[in-house]
């Protein structure tokens, strides 16, 4: 079984769409995020949701919505898609202290066009 | 914000040779992470390093926090191509929610 399983992989759309990445982690980790990795393999964090809440909410346009329905689960809701948008979004989950480590989905890629 | 710098950016090398791999900064942390990335895949978690001076060995793979706990090298001995992809740090300044990632090294090792 996959442990974070994020769909879809592959994601290709126009300008000015609205689109979602689902996320679900089976490890029973309390938070779960969202990182960007740009073309140039920088990852960045967007979000973070601790059982369900909200605690990290870095500089992100207010395009980009997650939402948490239960703490196995953040999904990343983008609305009016930009060029700019265009990299792989990686979620990842893990246990209490980041000391454990972080287990990450294997992305996916979204390009805009 | 602390600075990361992880060197070299790019490093490709024929196989059986030995490499190593440096993550600095000029902060403190409390603990430092390495991972893996392969093409088309999330990042792995290769180690958790956390007391100073400590060495950790997985397989050819050894991994060292400096003794100020500001910085951290990989060393790999006799690479093989199966060790290609993008080598990230990850410190830890303790009480912080989020893990900050190095811009990586992209290791390709030649058969």
């Known amino acids: 079984d996959t442990a974070v399983s994020q769909t879809p992989k592959y994601l290709v759309t126009q300008m000015g769409n609205d689109k979602s990445i689902k996320c679900e982690q089976n490890?029973?980790?309390?938070?779960m995020y969202w990182y960007k990795q740009d073309s140039k393999k920088f990852l960045k964090i967007m979000f973070s949701?601790?059982?369900?809440?909200?605690?990290i909410n870095e500089t992100v346009p207010n395009r980009f919505s997650p939402k948490s329905p239960d703490k196995a689960h953040l999904n990343l809701h983008i609305n009016s898609l930009e060029l700019g948008d265009s990299a792989v979004y990686f979620c990842?989950?893990?246990?209490?202290?980041?000391?454990?480590?972080?287990?990450f989905g294997s992305g996916t890629r979204l390009t805009v066009v | 914000t602390q600075l990361l710098e992880q060197s070299p950016q790019f490093l490709s090398i024929q196989e059986g040779e030995n490499l190593t791999v440096y993550c600095n900064s000029s902060s403190v942390f409390s603990s430092l992470q390495w991972y893996r990335q392969e093409p088309g895949e999330g990042p792995v978690l290769l180690v958790t390093?956390?007391?100073?001076?400590e060495v950790k060995k997985l397989k050819r793979l050894t991994f060292q926090f400096g003794d100020a706990r500001k910085d951290s090298s990989l060393h790999i001995t006799a690479a093989q191509p199966g060790d290609t992809g993008l080598y990230l740090c990850a410190p830890d300044q303790g009480g912080s929610e989020k893990l900050v990632f190095g811009k990586g090294t992209k290791l390709t090792v030649n058969p």
């Open positions: 990842a989950s893990r246990p209490g202290q980041a000391i454990y480590g972080y287990t």
């Open positions: 490890l029973g980790h309390d938070t």
């Open positions: 390093v956390v007391t100073g001076g």
């Open positions: 949701y601790n059982n369900k809440e909200l605690i």
